[in-house]
C-alpha cells in the first residue's frame, strides 16, 4: 500500500501467519522467512511465483536483506546462531555462535554493521560488522525488546520494549547505545516497526491498523489505513530507495541478465555470462561472489600530496591547516590563492596578496579581513563607526554598556536566562547551564514550541499531542487553555508583545494562524503555497512575520503581520529548515536546517546571506539570540549548544541534562524591544509609570514622593494636604470634577442637572490617587465616585458592568404567538423579533444642541461639540477668537479637540511627562487637582492613549455576538417547546375524534378556529330506540 494507505495489492499469497519479511528496492524482490516451518523464500514485487532460498531452520527469529553485498542474514533463537547466505540461496555460513536468543536481525551494509535483539534474564542490544567481528553491546535493560529497525539516514536504532504490566514504548538509541525513551504505546501490540525520513511506522495487532509516528517526537500516532486489515498485520518495511543506498544505481557494464546472479555492483559481460566484475573503487572478495571496498590510502597510490581520507568505493585529498586544495584535487599548497582570501586578492610579483574593502584591515593570517565593513563588524558587538582607514571605534545601543575590551555589549539590567521547550516540561536555566527549574510538566504531551510575553510576564507554549496552545503566569503559577479546537501540530508559536497577537504554525494543516493573546479572534493568515511550515518569529517593530517550511520546497519567507506581502528569504541549498530567531540590534535572521546540520544568517531581506555552522551541532532544531551569543538546541546529542552570532566560534556545550530540548527563548527586558510594560496594572506604579528599555519606572505626581518601595507614593506634607482638600477648594476645581474632560454632555442635560450629580471622571481622566485607572473602565463608561469610592458605570446607549459596555439589547419579545390548534389539523405560527439598538447618530438627526458655530461629531453612544476654527468655547456656546485665546489646544498636527477649561486650571506637562501619553497623545496637568491626563488622536483611547479603537470595536463586536447567540438559543427553544406542546395537543385530539360516538348519547361536536373566527358544527343525528313503534 502507498503511506496514505491507499492503491493496497496482494504481492504473495499464503505465506502464513507469523513471518518475518525484508526486501531488495533494487531488484525489486521481496523475501520472507515463516518462522513455523523454518523457510526462507523470495518473490518478485512483479508478482512472480515465489522462490524457496532456505529450508534447514525451524527456529528463524529475525531477517534481514544486504542490497550491497547481495546476503541474506537471520538469526536462530534458540541455536544462538547468525547466519547468511548469498541471495540466491547458495554460500550458507554461520558468523557467530552461542548466542543468547537472537532475534530482529537489521543491518547497515553502508557502515558495514549488523545489530540484533539478545533475550535472556538482561535483553540487550547488541552490535557487529558483516562478518561477524568486533561484536559488542549497545545496551543492556530489564525490559523485553521486540521489533528492532534501523534509520541508517541518523544512524539511529529503533525498537519496541514491553514493561513488566504489559505496557509498551517506543525507544531509540544512536549506533554506540545511547538510549533515550520517547513515545509510550499504550494498548498497542506492535510487532514490526520500519523508519522512513522523519516518520516511524509500526503494526498494531489489536486494532489491525498501521500507524505512524513522528521519529523524533512521538506525540499522538496517525492511522495509515482507515479500515482494519482482514488479519493482524505482522512485519513491515517501507520501499523506498533513500531506505537502501546505492541501491538504485545501475552498472556501467554492458549485458547485465540474471545469470549475474549473486553479483553486487558489478553484471557479466556479453563474452564471459555469469561473471562477477567490480565498479572502480572495488574487488571481488576471495569467495568472487562480491565486491570490497579498496582502500586507497593505505595502498599509497591515491596521489594525494599531504591527506588522504577513504570513502566507500573512492577516497578524496586533504589538507593541513594553513593549506588549500588547489584545482588538481590531489596538490596541497599554502594559502596564497585567490580563493583563500577573505574578500579578494591581487597578484603581484611577489605573489597573490588578499586585500579588504575600506574600512577593514588584513587580520594576521593575511587573508581574512576584519573591520567595519567585514563580516565579523570589526569585533564590535553592535555599532562600528570607522575613524580612520584602518581604525574604528565600538559603541553599544541604548540600554548596553561597553565592555572594558572596548568591544563587547553588555546588556544592563537584570542577567539574563532561558526558556527551554523539553518535550515533556517547560525549563528554566542560565545561559551556563546552572539554576535548572521547570515551570510547566506536562509528561503526557509533546511541548516543542514556546514564547514569553515580556508584559503579562506569561509564558505561551504549544502540546503537538495535546494539540492545544497554553500559558502561564510566572507570578502565580496558574494555567490557562487558550486553543485547544482546530490544532492538528503546532509546532512553531511567537507573540507579538507590541499589538498583542499570537501566531503559530500547523505542520499538519499547512497553516499559518493567529489570534489575540486570549486564543480569540482566530485567524489563518497564510496557506496557498504551504506544506510543512514549522518554525515562527515576529518582529514588531518591523510588523513582520518569517517562517520556515520543510516541504518538498524548503524555503524561508517572510509577510506583513497580515499574511500579505509574502516575501521569499531563502529558497536554496536548504533541505530542512527548522527554528529560525532574529537579532533585534542589527536586524538579522538566523535558522537552521536539522537535516544538513546548518547555521544560516541573513539580512531581514534574505540579503548577505552566509553559513554561520556547519555539521559541529548534530541536528540543530531551534535558535535564540541574545547579545553576542547564538543558542542552538541539538536534537542529536539532546543537549543546548552557544556559539558567537557573528563568527561561529567558542562553539560551547551547555550541561543541562535534557530529554530533548527544542524551542528556545531568551528573557530579558532587552531582549524583545518595544514592550511597555506600563500597559499592564500601570507596570506596578501606583500613580505614573514610564516604560524604558523594558522596564517600569515610577513615579509621582507634584506634592507626592515616591516610597522606599519604588512603586507606591506617599504625601510630601501631609499636613498641607489636609488643608488644601478641605473647604476652601475652588469652584474652578468643583466645576471640573464634574465634568468630563472633553466636556461631552449628554443632549438635553443642564448645567445644573450636572452639578448635582456624583463626581465624574472619563476613561481619559487620572485622579490624583488613581482610583479610577484601578478600576480600568471601558472606553464607554465613566467613573463615578460616590460617597469616596470609585464605581464603573456604562453611559447612555450602552449596557454592561462598566468594566465591558457595548450596545444595548432590546429584551426579547415573542411577537405575535399565534397557536392556531384545529381538531383536524394544528398550525402553530411563531414570530420572534429580535431588537437591537445601534448607535444614534445625533448629528445627522440634528437632535444635538451644538452651537451655531460649533461642528457636531458622533460618537459610539454620544456625540461631541468643537467650536470651528477661529472660535473657542464649550461646543454649545463658541466665541470669536481674540488676540489672546483662553482656550487650550494641542500643538500635534493630529485633529485634536479643543480643552474647554478656564487656562489657569491647566498646564502643559513637564518634561519628566513627555512621553506621559502615547501615540501621539498629548498631555495637560490639572495643578489644583494634581491630575495628568491625554488628549488622545483620532483612533486611541484610555488614559494614557494606549488602546486603538479598532481593538475596543472588535471587543464590542464580540460580546455582542455573543449575546445575540444566547438570544436566538434561548428562542430556539422556546420554539421547539411550543411546537411539541402543539403536537401533544393534535395528538391528544386525534385519538378523541376517531372514537365512536355513544348510540344513548346525543353528541355535537364543534370545532373552531380561533384565529379565523369561523367554527365548523358537526350534528350526528338523534336515533331513539323502539321496538314496538317506527316511522
Not at 55 to 70: E, R, T, Y
Not at 907 to 928: A, D, N
Not at 939 to 946: I, K, W
Request: hydrophobic letters at 30%.
Amino acid at each position: 500500500m502507498d503511506l496514505d494507505g491507499k492503491n493496497q495489492r496482494r504481492l504473495v499469497a499464503g505465506v502464513g501467519s507469523s513471518i518475518l519479511l525484508d526486501y531488495d528496492f533494487r531488484d525489486e524482490r521481496v523475501y520472507w522467512a515463516d518462522q513455523h516451518t523454518g523457510v526462507i523464500y523470495k518473490a518478485s514485487a512483479r508478482g512472480a511465483h515465489r522462490q524457496k532460498l532456505y529450508s534447514s531452520d525451524k527456529n528463524i527469529s529475525g531477517l534481514a536483506v544486504d542490497w550491497i553485498s547481495n546476503s541474506v542474514y537471520w538469526t536462530s533463537g534458540e541455536k544462538g546462531k547468525i547466519k547468511r547466505m548469498d541471495l540466491n540461496g547458495k554460500n550458507e555460513r554461520t558468523l557467530l555462535r552461542h548466542l543468547t536468543q537472537p532475534s530482529s536481525i537489521t543491518v547497515d551494509p553502508t557502515r558495514r554493521f549488523l545489530f540484533w535483539l539478545s533475550g535472556g534474564i538482561t535483553p540487550s542490544i547488541q552490535r557487529s560488522d558483516l562478518t561477524g567481528q568486533r561484536k559488542t553491546m549497545l545496551i543492556k535493560m530489564a525490559e523485553q525488546l521486540k521489533a528492532l529497525t534501523v534509520d541508517r539516514e541518523d544512524k539511529r536504532l529503533f525498537w519496541v520494549q514491553f514493561g513488566l504490566q504489559g505496557e509498551s514504548a517506543i525507544a531509540s538509541c544512536d549506533y554506540n547505545g545511547n538510549h533515550n525513551v520517547f513515545s509510550p504505546l499504550v494498548r498497542a501490540q506492535s510487532l514490526g516497526i520500519s523508519i522512513f525520513l522523519e516518520h516511524l511506522y509500526y503494526t498494531d495487532a489489536t486494532s489491525r491498523i498501521i500507524k505512524q509516528l513522528d521519529k523524533n517526537t512521538g506525540g499522538e500516532s496517525l492511522s495509515v489505513n482507515i479500515k482494519p486489515m482482514g488479519k493482524p498485520p505482522v512485519d513491515i518495511k517501507v520501499v523506498h530507495p533513500l531506505n537502501q543506498p546505492m541501491g538504485d544505481s545501475q552498472s556501467t557494464f554492458p549485458g547485465c541478465n540474471e545469470q549475474s546472479g549473486n553479483c553486487v555492483n558489478v553484471c557479466s559481460s556479453l563474452a564471459q555470462q555469469g561473471t562477477c566484475k567490480c565498479n572502480e573503487g572495488f574487488a571481488l572478495s576471495k569467495q568472487g561472489t562480491h565486491c570490497e571496498d579498496v582502500n586507497e590510502c593505505a595502498h599509497w597510490n591515491h596521489g594525494c600530496s599531504l591527506g588522504c581520507e577513504n570513502i566507500p568505493g573512492s577516497y578524496f585529498c586533504t589538507c593541513p591547516q594553513g593549506y588549500a586544495l588547489l584545482p588538481d584535487r590531489k596538490t596541497c599548497q599554502g594559502k596564497v590563492e585567490k580563493y583563500s582570501c577573505g574578500h579578494g586578492c591581487l597578484i603581484t610579483d611577489e605573489g597573490a596578496v588578499c586585500v579588504c574593502p575600506d574600512g577593514s584591515i588584513l587580520q594576521e593570517d593575511g587573508q581574512a579581513c576584519t573591520g567595519c565593513s567585514s563580516p565579523d563588524n570589526g569585533g564590535c558587538s553592535q555599532m562600528c563607526t570607522p575613524v580612520t582607514p584602518s581604525r574604528w571605534q565600538c559603541s553599544c545601543l541604548p540600554g548596553y554598556q561597553l565592555h572594558q575590551d572596548s568591544k563587547r555589549c553588555i546588556a544592563s539590567g537584570p542577567p539574563p536566562y532561558l526558556l527551554v521547550a523539553n518535550l515533556v516540561d517547560v525549563r528554566q536555566i542560565h545561559p551556563d547551564g546552572s539554576g535548572d527549574r521547570t515551570l510547566v510538566q506536562d509528561p503526557r504531551g509533546t511541548i516543542i514550541a514556546l514564547d514569553y510575553d515580556p508584559i503579562q510576564n506569561h509564558v505561551y507554549f504549544a502540546s503537538t499531542r495535546q494539540k492545544t496552545i497554553e500559558r502561564v503566569d510566572l507570578n502565580d503559577g496558574s494555567r490557562d487553555v487558550l486553543v485547544s479546537d482546530g490544532l492538528d501540530s503546532p509546532e512553531g508559536l511567537a507573540l507579538d508583545w507590541v499589538h498583542r497577537r499570537m501566531y503559530w504554525t500547523d505542520k499538519s494543516q499547512a497553516t499559518v494562524d493567529c489570534s489575540n493573546l486570549a486564543g480569540l479572534n482566530r485567524q489563518t493568515l497564510v496557506s496557498k503555497g504551504l506544506e510543512e511550515p514549522r518554525g515562527i518569529v515576529v518582529h514588531p517593530l518591523a510588523k513582520k512575520l518569517f517562517w520556515t517550511d520543510m516541504g518538498a520546497q524548503p524555503v524561508v519567507e517572510s509577510a506583513s503581520l497580515e499574511g500579505t506581502d509574502r516575501v521569499v528569504i531563502a529558497s536554496t541549498n536548504l533541505v530542512s529548515p527548522t527554528g529560525l530567531t532574529i537579532d533585534f540590534t542589527d536586524d538579522h535572521l538566523f535558522w537552521c536546517d536539522q537535516r544538513r546540520g546548518l547555521v544560516e544568517t541573513a539580512a531581514l531581506d534574505g540579503s548577505d546571506r552566509r553559513v554561520l555552522l556547519e555539521n559541529q551541532v548534530g541536528r540543530p532544531f531551534d535558535l535564540a539570540v541574545f547579545e553576542d551569543k547564538l543558542w542552538i538546541s541539538d536534537w542529536e546529542h539532546r543537549q543546548l549548544r552557544s556559539v558567537h552570532k557573528r563568527t561561529g566560534k567558542n562553539l560551547q556545550r551547555i550541561h543541562v541534562n535534557m530529554v530533548q530540548p527544542a524551542s528556545v527563548v531568551v528573557v530579558h527586558p532587552l531582549s524583545k524591544p518595544g514592550a511597555d510594560v506600563c500597559l499592564h496594572l500601570n507596570g506596578g506604579c501606583a500613580q505614573v509609570c514610564e516604560s524604558k528599555l523594558g522596564l517600569a519606572h515610577c513615579s509621582c505626581l507634584s506634592r507626592y514622593v515616591l516610597s522606599a518601595d519604588g512603586k507606591s507614593c506617599s504625601p510630601a506634607d501631609a499636613s498641607n494636604k489636609t488643608a488644601e482638600s478641605g473647604d476652601g477648594e475652588s469652584n474652578d476645581l468643583a466645576s471640573l470634577k464634574n465634568k468630563t474632560f472633553n466636556d461631552e454632555s449628554t443632549p438635553g442635560q443642564s448645567d445644573s442637572d450636572v452639578s448635582s450629580e456624583p463626581a465624574l471622571y472619563t476613561d481619559k481622566m487620572v485622579s490624583d490617587q488613581n482610583e479610577c485607572y484601578s478600576l480600568r473602565c471601558d472606553v464607554n463608561a465613566q467613573c463615578l465616585l460616590i460617597a469616596g469610592s470609585p464605581t464603573c458605570s456604562c453611559v447612555e446607549g450602552f449596557a454592561g458592568d462598566g468594566q465591558l459596555c457595548v450596545g444595548e439589547l432590546c429584551k426579547i419579545h415573542v411577537m405575535d404567538a399565534i397557536k392556531s390548534v384545529n381538531l383536524l389539523t394544528v398550525h402553530v405560527t411563531v414570530r420572534l423579533i429580535f431588537l437591537f439598538v445601534s448607535d444614534i447618530d445625533e448629528c445627522k438627526q440634528g437632535t444635538h444642541t451644538c452651537g451655531k458655530n460649533a461642528e457636531c461629531q458622533n460618537n459610539l453612544g454620544r456625540y461631541q461639540c468643537k467650536c470651528q476654527a477661529g472660535y473657542h468655547g464649550n461646543g454649545k456656546s463658541c466665541q470669536e477668537l481674540e488676540t489672546t485665546s483662553p482656550s487650550v489646544t494641542t500643538g500635534s498636527p493630529a485633529d485634536v479637540t479643543t480643552l474647554h477649561h478656564n487656562s489657569n486650571s491647566v498646564e502643559s506637562c513637564p518634561s519628566t511627562h513627555e512621553s506621559y501619553c502615547l501615540y501621539e497623545g498629548v498631555c495637560f496637568y490639572f495643578p489644583e487637582m494634581e491630575s495628568y491626563a491625554c488628549n488622545c488622536v483620532s483612533g486611541y483611547l484610555g488614559e494614557r492613549c494606549q488602546f486603538s479603537d479598532l481593538e475596543w470595536w472588535e471587543l464590542q463586536q464580540a460580546e455582542e455576538e455573543k449575546r445575540r447567540n444566547v438570544v436566538i438559543a434561548a428562542c430556539m427553544v422556546a420554539l421547539v417547546s411550543l411546537l411539541s406542546i402543539a403536537a401533544c395537543v393534535t395528538y391528544c385530539f386525534g385519538k378523541f375524534f376517531h372514537k365512536q360516538p355513544s348510540v344513548d348519547n346525543v353528541s355535537e361536536t364543534s370545532v373552531t378556529d380561533e384565529s379565523s373566527s369561523e367554527s365548523t358544527t358537526t350534528s350526528v343525528p338523534r336515533v331513539r330506540k323502539s321496538s314496538s313503534r317506527s316511522r
